[in-house]
């Protein structure tokens, strides 16, 4: 009798620790597909610093990313900016020309969430979800640009960018200001 009280104890515990863990693995998922979403922000910083080349050439906007919830919430795109309008001060991602430089899919199970832009530091994500965001350095500093959709309005001085599972049970917070800093947060 006492065996069977004993398995049934161990049982229990290595129930509740299997059900616990997939929780844990969940949220491990989505921080660490923070971090390497905030590293590739990092990553086209450092392109501008070190003038990285693309295709022979250093890119006359600079380099970003492209985040398009609309065509695909399950990835985001890296792209040199060589198709820059210094008239129009777009800061985008074209597609019709070479720009892409890498497409980064999120792990199954995860998904961008909400995107929320700001013109005014004083009065925080007060504006409405986006769903075509671009953000860009540009030569020399870098300068940040914060764009929405076809890059015609590059006035925000932050964004916030949502990662979380399906279930949307566990999600992190990638923030970017105008001044290029790259902050991670817990929702």
Not at 13 to 38: D, E, F, P, W
Not at 45 to 65: A, K
Request: aromatic fraction near 8%; hydrophobic fraction near 35%.
């Amino acid at each position: 009798m006492e065996i069977l009280v004993s398995i049934a104890i161990m049982v229990t515990m290595l129930s509740i620790t299997m059900l616990g863990n997939g929780s844990l693995g969940s949220s491990r998922k989505v921080k660490m597909t923070v971090q390497k979403m905030a590293s590739d922000i990092r990553k086209m910083q450092s392109f501008v610093l070190n003038l990285q080349d693309h295709n022979g050439n250093f890119p006359e906007g600079g380099w970003g990313i492209n985040i398009n919830k609309g065509v695909d919430n399950t990835k985001y795109n890296l792209f040199a900016d060589t198709n820059f309008n210094s008239v129009t001060n777009e800061h985008v991602l074209n597609d019709s020309t070479n720009e892409l430089s890498q497409a980064v899919g999120l792990p199954n199970g995860l998904l961008i969430g909400d995107i929320y832009l700001d013109v005014d530091a004083s009065n925080p994500y007060s504006n409405t979800t986006e769903t075509n965001v671009n953000i860009s350095f540009s030569p020399p500093d870098p300068e940040t640009w914060i764009c929405q959709n076809s890059g015609s309005n590059c006035n925000f001085v932050r964004a916030r960018i949502e990662i979380k599972n399906y279930d949307g049970t566990n999600s992190k917070y990638i923030y970017i200001n105008e001044y290029g800093l790259i902050d991670i947060e817990d929702n």
